[in-house]
Nanobody, 125 residues
């Protein structure tokens, strides 16, 4: 069983930065993919980015490329989402997730077995 706990959300002005953390407990298999998703009010949960837990390969949705960076610590127990140049449209609840999947399905919600409780990010204009 894997448990995920996000932290680091908050209120920031447009153009600012935030760093989200996702602390993982339980056994994370090397074949796992760890992902970040977000859900704005009235919208469906959407893929933000993902990282392969073994090699650290990353990918992002086009809307955050060049602004967001996913990384993991050397002990592979925590994943981070560094968010720079934040925009009001980035406002959402951000969730981290984990699952065993082929890299090609990394943006599919249903591929992720474990989810955190979410952390609110609000970007003011």
């Amino acid at each position: 069983q894997v448990q995920l706990v996000e932290s680091g959300g908050g209120l920031v002005e447009a153009g600012g930065s935030l760093r989200l953390s996702c602390a993982a407990s339980g056994y994370i298999f090397s074949t796992y993919v760890m992902g970040w998703f977000r859900q704005a009010p009235g919208k469906e949960r959407e893929f933000v980015g993902a990282i392969t837990w073994s090699a650290g390969v990353t990918d992002y949705v086009d809307s955050v490329k060049g602004r967001f960076t996913i990384s993991r610590d050397s002990t592979r127990t925590t994943m981070f989402l560094q968010m720079n140049s934040l925009k009001p449209e980035d406002t959402a609840v951000y969730y981290c997730a984990a699952g065993r999947m082929h890299w090609g399905t990394r943006d599919f919600l249903q591929e992720y077995e474990y989810w955190g409780q979410g952390t609110q990010v609000t970007v003011s204009s």
